[in-house]
């Protein structure tokens, strides 16, 4: 009878390292697939960036820039309405593409100085204050 016991014992015990074996297989294969996802989706992102490095033209698209334009110089303007070249509207494109390339960059060498892979508003907030008062010593000048 002590046998039995100590048979049965050792099956439970057999079948309990199974139902441990398999759920560690289990949990392995979903590690390694999210391994796999983080891993595709790096590549994804990084061919989207080179992509988008690669290209030459201006970022911002040109209808958008022209409405942001439009909208601002209406509201500043007294008479309401008011024309712009298309010179004029590529050249304010061509700026806002670099200010904002700039600002993006210089605020991301802030975020990794302060240990970080991740852009926080505060950052940009730091870089345009360096850039305000870049502008107020070359007022002063």
Do not use: C
Request: net charge positive.
């Amino acid at each position: 009878m002590a046998r039995t016991k100590l048979a049965e014992i050792s099956k439970v015990q057999k079948v309990k390292e199974e139902v441990q074996n398999k759920l560690a297989v289990e949990k392995d294969a979903s590690t390694a697939e999210k391994k796999k996802k983080k891993r595709k989706d790096r590549k994804r992102w990084a061919r989207q960036v080179k992509r988008i490095q690669s290209k030459t033209g201006p970022i911002l698209p040109r209808t958008a820039v022209e409405a942001l334009v439009r909208e601002i110089a209406e509201s500043v303007s007294s008479t309401g309405s008011v024309r712009f070249e298309k010179n004029a509207i590529e050249a304010l494109r061509t700026i806002v593409t670099d200010y904002a390339t700039d600002l993006m960059r210089d605020s991301f060498k802030v975020a990794v100085k302060n240990g970080r892979h991740t852009l926080q508003i505060e950052d940009m907030r730091i870089v345009k204050g360096i850039y305000a008062s870049m502008v107020d010593r070359f007022k002063r000048v």
